[in-house]
């Protein structure tokens, strides 16, 4: 009988772009050894399974028992937010691992796992399909907004994006406001590899801060983050105390296009 490890790790290779035990410690920020100590123990952590349901939007009953199909109807559902700003735009909220405490009236936010690429089945092996989601992400002080479905997508080569991440964790979303500018400038559409929670201090994040959704440069503090704008006319916001409780890593900005004209 296949040991509960092998077969796991069969699942996710099924289900997922991962081929090797590394690339799974990577997508799961954790060490190599780790992964060689739940193969020996022949125990899977049952956070490994919610990061990689949430991640790659595979049913964790599945994942974890191989009972039922890997992307039920119920959970094939986009990377979705509500947005809220200032004045009458409309809210609206739904079930979602990203539901922050203490969220103000008239403002909701939510994170649900990402759906798979569509499928191009003209496409070359060597193409991957990056889904463009409705997003209005916030280079400011909002949120954003993303449809039920995709809108569409854009065609990457699959190498390029393994070099920069997890291409099925990746999604593209427009950015709105001019707080990171020169670097993102208003309209601009970049690519958000959802696989990568660790931060890099320094580098840019699509993050959560209670019910709001913002892309900015994430830096430590002697007492714990900033977040900061490229734009200095924005001053960084500080997180620290009680309010790291709500600090969320989405993903991180890595490329990022515009049109001319």
């Known amino acids: 009988m296949p040991d509960a490890f092998d077969t796991f790790f069969a699942r996710v290779m099924q289900g997922t772009d991962i081929t090797t035990q590394q690339a799974l ?34 049913a964790p009953d599945w994942l974890e028992y191989g009972r039922g199909t890997p992307r039920p109807a119920p959970l094939a559902q986009p990377l979705a937010a509500a947005v809220h700003g200032a004045g009458n735009i409309p809210t609206q909220s739904a079930t979602s ?12 936010a939510t994170l649900r796992p990402a759906m798979p690429a569509p499928h191009h089945g003209d496409l070359p092996p060597a193409v991957h399909m990056v889904p463009k989601v409705r997003a209005r992400l916030s280079a400011g002080g909002g949120s954003f907004e993303v449809q039920a ?14 070099r920069k991440g997890t291409p099925s964790a990746m999604v593209l ?33 699509a993050v959560g801060l209670e019910d709001a959704v913002l892309v900015k440069r ?20 500080r997180v620290r105390g009680d309010e790291l ?12 296009c515009r049109e001319i004209g």
């Open 25 to 58: 410690a990577r997508v799961l920020g954790v060490n190599r050894s780790a992964i060689t100590q739940a193969k020996n123990r022949d125990a899977i952590p049952q956070k490994w399974i919610l990061r990689l349901s949430r991640v790659y939007g595979l």
């Open 173 to 205: 979303m427009d950015v709105v406001g001019d707080s990171m500018e020169p670097e993102i400038r208003d309209g601009d559409t970049v690519l958000v590899d959802r696989a990568t929670e660790d931060l890099r201090f320094g580098q840019v994040y």
């Open 245 to 256: 409780e709500q600090f969320r890593v989405i993903g991180r900005v890595v490329w990022l």
């Open 149 to 162: 479905m995709p809108v569409g997508g854009q065609p990457f080569a699959h190498a390029w994006l393994a």
């Open 218 to 237: 994430v830096m430590r503090t002697p007492d714990g983050l900033a977040l900061v704008s490229d734009n200095p006319a924005y001053s960084p916001i």
């Open 97 to 108: 691992h990203f539901n922050p405490a203490g969220s103000v009236p008239g403002r909701a």
